[in-house]
């Protein structure tokens, strides 16, 4: 099992910039692809961005690409995204997730993506409003 605490959310303007941390514990984190979603009200919850377990590739959905950046600390089981550039509609609740492949395999993001049997956090609000 893996527990997940996201940090960093808050009220920022437009253009400004925030940056999130994921706190990851339990066992074989290093076999986990790890990234965030978020969701704003009324619609789905949409993966924004992963980083690899297996080469430490990084992958963004489109509209957050050139402005948000993921990185991931293993000595510190920790996963971050600093969030440049935020518009209106990046506002939404942002999670922390987790997914794994088989036993002693380390997980692509190309699953992350996909649904399937994600650990979550509690998740971090991020409202981006003048």
């Known amino acids: 099992q893996v527990q997940l605490v996201e940090s960093g959310g808050g009220l920022v303007q437009p253009g400004g910039s925030l940056r999130l941390s994921c706190a990851a514990s339990g066992y074989g984190l290093s076999y986990y692809a790890i990234g965030w979603f978020r969701q704003a009200p009324g619609k789905e919850r949409e993966g924004i961005s992963c980083?690899?377990?297996?080469?430490?590739?990084?992958y963004y959905e489109e509209s957050v690409k050139g402005r948000f950046t993921i990185s991931r600390d293993n000595a510190k089981n920790t996963v971050y995204l600093q969030m440049n550039s935020l518009k209106p509609e990046d506002t939404g609740v942002y999670y922390c997730a987790a997914v794994g492949d088989r036993i002693g395999v380390q997980a692509m993001c190309a699953i992350f993506f996909r649904p399937g049997y994600h650990y979550w956090g509690q998740g971090t609000q991020v409202t981006v409003s003048s």
């Open positions: 980083i690899s377990s297996s080469d430490g590739r990084t």
